[in-house]
């Protein structure tokens, strides 16, 4: 069964600290890993996507990781802010030919705190 | 470049009512998707189209819920009768068609619903 689980399921920070947070999957034919920011009320917007080959890419403060041989992957978050607060979803993509499927975690709530 | 576009925003009805929810995706956008998200849960795919064709519609509660994409440009979402575990927020994605390639999904803001 494809399936995407994401730990830490809720994580409180102060401001200005660094934090991890990690997502495994089980997903067959692996295709693409993302990750996405949700703000309340708000539909998920991405930061970053991941292939097969590339271990880790960065976008401003957040740096994701990807380990395709033990299917884990990580988004480090620097230099918290409050505005980073927020859901941090995983999805996988699924690697069909002619169209893509993605499967998606349940999300890390992240609340950044003065 | 304009975003996905869904209306409305925001939607409170009562059991056994019916309800539609409109979605237009990224111009030249292949592939439309809509999903549920239910407070504290990631989005779950109810139904994904490529062009005006169903890819994927095995989490669709065919009973109650119908989607179409006329001419594989906007699409609609129905519930009819709606129930009270149907509260939840209702995005819409697209992405391009590109077989293998490393395609982005934009979401819209999506509609959350309220069943009463």
């Known amino acids: 069964k494809n399936q995407v689980e994401q730990s830490p399921q809720s994580l409180i920070i102060l401001e200005g600290k660094n934090c991890t947070l990690q997502c495994n999957y089980t997903v067959s034919p692996f295709s693409n890993l993302r990750w996405y920011k949700q703000d309340t009320g708000r539909g998920p917007v991405s930061l970053t996507i991941m292939t097969f080959s590339e271990n880790t890419k960065s976008n401003g403060r957040y740096t994701a990781t990807l380990d395709a041989d033990t299917k884990q992957s990580s988004l480090h978050i620097t230099a918290s802010q409050l505005s980073d607060s927020a859901s941090y979803i995983c999805?996988?993509?699924?690697?069909?030919?002619?169209?893509?499927?993605?499967?998606f975690g349940t999300g890390t709530r992240l609340l950044v705190s003065p | 470049e304009a975003g996905v576009a869904q209306s409305p925003r925001y939607k409170i009805i009562e059991k056994r009512q019916s309800v539609a929810f409109w979605c237009n995706p990224i111009s030249g956008h292949a592939t439309l998707y809509w999903y549920q998200q239910i407070l504290g849960q990631g989005p779950k795919l109810l139904i994904q189209?490529?062009?005006?064709?169903?890819?994927?519609d095995s989490q669709l509660p065919k009973d109650r819920f119908s989607a179409e994409r006329l001419k594989g440009v906007d699409s609609t979402l129905k519930i009819q009768p709606a129930k009270l575990e149907d509260s939840a927020v209702y995005l819409c994605?697209?992405?391009?068609?590109?077989?293998?390639?490393?395609?982005?999904?934009?979401f819209g803001q999506g509609t959350r619903l309220t069943v009463v």
């Open positions: 994605a697209s992405s391009l068609r590109k077989p293998g390639a490393n395609t982005e999904a934009f």
């Open positions: 189209f490529q062009n005006n064709g169903v890819v994927d």
């Open positions: 999805v996988v993509s699924l690697g069909y030919t002619g169209f893509q499927k993605l499967v």
